[in-house]
């Protein structure tokens, strides 16, 4: 990989054969784990301004009609986490000749308050071409991580470095797009949900945290148009898990942009408040979602199941199960445009035209080999294939057939080998071990798809960001319906592995030592469940959440894993922290193997300057409908202070009070739960007691901590779009 320095430059074409599509990543790491920003794409003209506002993609505009740019979220790393943007730069226009990216900061924070700031490209092999580390951030709001741009029929790329403190506003403002500063407002503190979240001001709205900019991107409905049947988080499919959307600091829901003023803040004399509104994501066309609530049913009684298009009948073989997963998830990707793009934009997909097959032959030796699929997109005449390796329920991937995969594509020229299956990859684990050739040019990628992470783009998009048109979201609704039927055998990751009982046992009985390989492989099958309740979370909320790294780049995941597993064999625990995109926020994850016990919690600071009888009071109000069984800790500067339940602290508010009149800093909360004490095959085992236990965490208490928070409503920059300000 070719290390760059502030202010060089250099062309794709030197660094890779084939740069066409690019993966651009950013990253990030805080020692306190609760660090993040926001990234953006800018496309800009000869001039250095945006064509128009819809050049401008970010969290609420995050794909390009085209799909020459892509937004594809954050994924956990070994650091922390990384935002990934697609590039396709075969389909950028002509009259584009710099790609900026960027990222900003909101709620008061800071780029010097993050760590290991870093910019690479890969191609679409996934192999590294260039990185670019920043280590002078200080104050800035907002930065230029580097641009990719156009220099005699080729790109090239420069690593920029170049901060502003006017925030994402400022940076905007830059590259041609309005900006109307609106004043800042104080937010009515008690009663008021949501309000430091993203809005909903116009088409393409962004909230950026924080601070709003409203962009507009050419609707053809109009500014400020809903679109029809838009979903709230509370809408769900008929199998999926309920979890409430009622304010937060972890939904991001919030301040829709109005004439007057943010929600939250104080209405003119004369009319009522405005209500605070969920964030609807919106980009340059009307998206379409599910609906809100399920239309009444014709059914004369319960026992009448509607027609599905994919049914699933018992299958007879796993054989049967994986054809059909394979067969509807490939048709499905071809049909809806968005949903392939998702999936395959990563694995350095072009953005073209897409077909799929299942059950390809192709010779092999002695005798041809069947991949379960193929994946054909065209664009500019040029093909991308990636052949499909498909398991189903708890059967592992092959080794040797993903290597005849590897070696069927190296030789007929096919750019990707993809492996589909209940497991989740983790870096430094892989979940086949497969050889390279290096005397051949052509370089073949090997990526790892979950079905947890497939089930998770698609309510992404039904629930939350919106199809193209009301069939797709009916395909998108079906697909989902049938792979969370439980005879589908795409359930995600489903088992802790052969070494759970007998670490479980050791912890028992104190027999297991430090050193012991088999505390290793659970440690890495917890990371696995952490990450497969991080997607599902994500897809009910509508947000990204990941697990919270605090390791430094360029730690090795096998030493840290194994600190984790001596740290099991001593303590009897499992950890682990989860953070939802924009939330305030971590949630803690302890399963302790000792006393069988899961304990789920979250830290609470103390709103400033408030009495502290009068917060312990207002604390209790707004937990009102939590479990009774609810922990409720003070926390004081250094130590803990008093605690008890809900139940019994619910009378008596003043008990939560330090007896010596010491500080509160904030309030701990907790809930317990048992575990369940199978393997996890089973709704009984430990894998479905975790995700019991951080739904209702989640939804009885978490939802509710945004009346608690008292803050200022955040300065709402409006971006125009030439008919005035959205």
């Not at 005449?381 to 594509?409: C, F, H, R």
């Not at 088999?518 to 994500?538: D, K, M, T």
């Amino acid at each position: 990989m070719h290390e760059m320095s502030k202010g060089a430059n250099i062309g794709l074409a030197a660094l890779s054969d084939d740069a066409g599509s690019v993966v651009v990543g950013l990253s990030w790491s805080s020692a306190t784990g609760d660090g993040d920003a926001d990234v953006s794409v800018l496309l800009v003209d000869g001039d250095g301004k945006v064509r128009s506002d819809a050049d401008f993609y970010f969290y609420n505009h995050p794909a390009a009609e085209d799909g020459s740019v892509q937004l594809l979220g954050k994924v956990p790393t070994e650091n922390g986490s990384e935002d990934r943007i697609s590039l396709d730069l075969t389909a950028i226009p002509s009259d584009v000749a710099t790609v900026v990216v960027a990222a900003s900061q909101y709620g008061g924070a800071c780029f010097g308050d993050l760590e290991d700031l870093r910019m690479t490209v890969t191609d679409r092999s996934g192999e590294a071409l260039l990185g670019f580390s920043i280590a002078d951030a200080t104050i800035e709001t907002a930065f230029i991580f580097g641009e990719l741009y156009r220099r005699n029929d080729e790109w090239k790329f420069r690593a920029v470095g170049q901060g502003y403190e006017t925030g994402l506003a400022g940076l905007a403002t830059d590259f041609g797009i309005t900006v109307d500063e609106a004043e800042d407002e104080e937010e009515d503190g008690e009663g008021t949900e949501g309000t430091e979240g993203r809005g909903e001001a116009g088409e393409g709205a962004v909230t950026a945290g924080r601070s709003e900019v409203s962009v507009g991107t050419g609707s053809a409905g109009g500014a400020g148009e809903t679109s029809p049947g838009a979903a709230d988080a509370d809408a769900r499919a008929d199998d999926g898990v309920r979890i409430p959307a009622q304010a937060t600091s972890t939904n991001r829901a919030a301040a829709a942009s109005v004439p007057h003023a943010a929600v939250g803040a104080p209405a003119p004399p004369g009319e009522a408040p405005q209500p605070a509104r969920r964030r609807v994501t919106r980009t340059a066309k009307k998206k379409v979602t599910l609906p809100k609530a399920a239309k009444k049913s014709l059914a004369e009684n319960d026992s009448w199941k509607p027609a599905r298009l994919f049914p699933v009948p018992s299958y007879k073989s796993d054989r049967e199960r994986e054809v059909r997963a394979t067969s509807v998830l490939l048709s499905v990707m071809a049909e809806v445009p968005e949903f392939g793009r998702r999936l395959t934009a990563g694995f350095g997909a072009p953005a073209g035209r897409m077909q799929t097959f299942t059950e390809v032959s192709l010779p092999h030796g002695d005798s041809p080999k069947r991949p379960d699929g193929v994946i054909r997109t065209e664009r500019a005449g040029k093909l991308w294939t990636a052949l499909v390796e498909t398991k189903t329920n708890g059967n592992p991937l092959k080794s040797e057939q993903v290597q005849n995969y590897m070696d069927i594509a190296a030789r007929r020229g096919y750019e990707a080998v993809i492996t589909l299956s209940n497991d989740v990859a983790l870096e430094g684990s892989p979940l086949v071990e497969v050889k390279t050739d290096g005397r051949r040019k052509h370089k073949v990628s090997l990526w790892h798809l979950s079905w947890a992470e497939v089930t998770h783009q698609a309510q992404m998009l039904i629930r939350h960001e919106g199809v193209g048109n009301a069939a797709h979201a009916w395909l998108l609704q079906e697909l989902l319906h049938y792979l969370q039927h439980e005879n589908s055998g795409c359930h995600g990751f489903q088992n802790m592995g052969p070494s759970w009982v007998p670490v479980r046992n050791g912890i028992d009985g104190e027999t297991l030592c430090q050193g012991d390989p088999r505390a290793v492989e659970v440690v890495e099958s917890w990371e696995r469940l952490i990450r497969q309740v991080c997607l599902r979370l994500g897809g009910e909320l509508g947000q990204k959440a990941l697990p919270v790294q605090r390791a430094k780049r360029g730690s090795d995941p096998k030493s840290r894993r194994t600190e984790l597993a001596d740290r099991l064999c001593e303590e009897g625990k499992l950890s682990a922290e989860l953070r939802v995109d924009g939330a305030q926020n971590i949630l803690s994850l302890t399963a302790d193997l000792r006393t069988g016990r899961i304990r789920t919690s979250i830290d609470v600071p103390a709103p400033e300057g408030a009495y502290p009888l009068s917060v312990a009071k207002r604390l209790l109000r707004v937990l009102d409908d939590a479990p009774a069984d609810l922990h409720v800790e003070t926390l004081l500067e250094g130590r803990s202070g008093p605690r008890g339940t809900l139940e019994r602290l619910r009378p008596e508010p003043g008990d939560l009070l330090p007896k010596d009149g010491a500080a509160i800093a904030g309030f701990r909360l907790s809930l317990f739960k048992g575990m369940g004490s199978s393997r996890g095959s089973t709704e009984s085992g430990f894998i479905r007691s975790i995700d019991e236990a951080v739904d209702r965490f989640y939804g009885s208490v978490v939802t509710h901590l945004g009346q608690f928070e008292q803050r200022r409503a955040p300065r709402a920059p409006s971006v125009a779009d030439g008919s005035g300000v959205l």
